[in-house]
């Protein structure tokens, strides 16, 4: 099975700390993401990577930085944690090509207070 | 981008009834839909998929139907049980470039024993 792992359940961090999310995968998959979820909003994309080294802006990147030095590694940094970010952060990864099925990790609750 | 809507918010049915939930999107070059089911405390997973050269998919208990034309697809979920219970997302990729998903912003199913 595939597993995506993220590094905390529940975060609960101060207003202005940087904050670093990390998503870890096993399958080798090319492509990682880092979606936010909040009620009535769905999930809206922050960032994703097709590959090391590389990075896109997604949806709602404003606020967020993200790092892929490995493969099965992806991080998200909040350069200044702000109550407007308290949110569940989830993580997924694909293997890649058009249209496949994305795997997500149990998120991270974080609260910013 | 792709605009993904997606009705009810929120939707209560009695175990053994039928649940039905819509989404519409906006690019026609969209041609993979899917659908996940979040429980709770976990993260979404694939639970049904349909690529726009079909117009149905069944998987048990659990549809898929597509109208290419008038761009919306719809679950349907029958003879429900209360493990059905979860929030269910449907998703359209968009082949416009941007090589992820858009997803719509989630339905609340309960189903009352």
């Known amino acids: 099975d595939v597993k995506v792992t993220q590094s905390s359940r529940y975060l609960v961090k101060r207003t202005g700390e940087k904050v670093f999310l990390e998503c870890v995968q096993d399958?080798?998959?090319?492509?990682m993401f880092w979606y936010r979820q909040d009620p009535g909003l769905g999930l809206r994309l922050i960032y994703f990577?097709?590959?090391?080294?590389?990075?896109e802006k997604g949806d709602i990147p404003e606020g967020y930085s993200v790092s892929r030095e490995k493969k099965e590694r992806f991080s998200l940094i909040l350069e200044s944690a702000s109550t407007n970010q308290t949110s569940m952060y989830l993580c997924?990864?694909?293997?890649?090509?058009?249209?496949?099925?994305?795997?997500f990790g149990q998120g991270t609750r974080l609260t910013v207070v | 981008g792709e605009n993904v809507e997606q009705h009810p918010s929120t939707l209560s049915v009695q175990e053994g009834d039928s649940a039905v939930i819509k989404c519409t999107y906006s690019?026609?070059?969209?041609?993979?839909f899917p659908w996940y089911k979040q429980e709770l405390g976990k993260g979404p997973q694939l639970i049904i998929d349909?690529?726009?050269?079909?117009g149905e998919k069944k998987d048990q208990r659990i549809a898929v139907t597509l109208n290419k034309t008038a761009k919306h697809f719809s679950l349907h979920i029958t003879e429900t049980q209360p493990e059905d219970s979860a929030v269910y997302f449907c998703?359209?990729?968009?082949?416009?470039?941007?090589?992820?998903?858009?997803f719509g912003t989630g339905t609340r199913l309960t189903v009352i024993p």
């Open positions: 997924a990864s694909e293997k890649g090509g058009r249209g496949t099925e994305a795997f």
């Open positions: 399958m080798d998959h090319e492509n």
């Open positions: 990577s097709y590959d090391v080294k590389m990075k």
């Open positions: 690019d026609s070059a969209s041609n993979y």
């Open positions: 349909i690529r726009s050269n079909v």
């Open positions: 998703a359209a990729f968009d082949q416009t470039g941007a090589n992820n998903l858009f």
